[in-house]
């Protein structure tokens, strides 16, 4: 009992000379956060705003009839693309973002980034057109047969983000906010504890 009481006695010792210390060196510490929050907050708001555009591409195909015994149909249907081999062809084609939706295997979603609007729409579309004659090409592989041709086409129209994705000023703040105080903490402690070595070595002589 009497360990116990003396460790919580020795617990509030050390804790009133944390205190201390963070309310002897509360100017330093005040004035590294502000430091960190300001130079943050000039950085966020002079950094170039970066915009995102989007286009969802949908993949064409290919439907063969087969007529067999019975007289009923069986469709055998081909796509323009392997989807994930597509993806790979116009991010090195183009040098664009591409995805593939989740739970799909004709669906392409194009993603450009930039600071100029009317660039993002161009490097998109330009995209876009690319994957066109693309399949505009294997489709007159299959002229003057049976097959029946779904072109691929982009479903809605080219989205640019109205409001920038970059920088997020507020997210930028808030860490600059929490780095600079928890530097201006580690940094009271670090003097404190050069101040007492040279104290000790003043004793020492």
Do not use: C
């Amino acid at each position: 009992m009497q360990n116990n009481t003396q460790y919580i006695q020795e617990d509030k010792i050390y804790l009133r000379e944390l205190f201390s210390i963070l309310k002897k060196r509360k100017k330093l510490i005040l004035g590294v956060t502000v430091l960190f929050t300001l130079l943050a907050v000039i950085y966020a708001f002079n950094a170039k705003a970066i915009y995102q555009g989007q286009a969802l591409i949908e993949i064409g195909e290919v439907v063969n009839e087969n007529q067999v015994v019975n007289d009923n149909h069986q469709k055998t249907i081909i796509s323009l693309d392997n989807i994930n081999n597509l993806k790979n062809i116009v991010i090195q084609a183009k040098k664009i973002d591409a995805t593939v939706p989740k739970n799909t295997n004709n669906l392409l979603i194009l993603t450009s980034n930039g600071s100029d609007i009317e660039e993002i729409n161009i490097h998109i579309q330009t995209a876009i057109d690319y994957i066109l004659q693309r399949h505009k090409d294997k489709i007159k592989l299959y002229k003057g047969s049976n097959a029946k041709v779904r072109m691929t086409q982009t479903i809605g129209n080219i989205i640019i983000s109205d409001k920038p994705i970059k920088p997020k000023k507020m997210l930028i703040t808030i860490v600059a906010f929490i780095t600079g105080l928890m530097f201006s903490i580690f940094l009271a402690f670090f003097i404190e504890f050069l101040q007492g070595i040279k104290e000790e070595e003043k004793e020492e002589v």
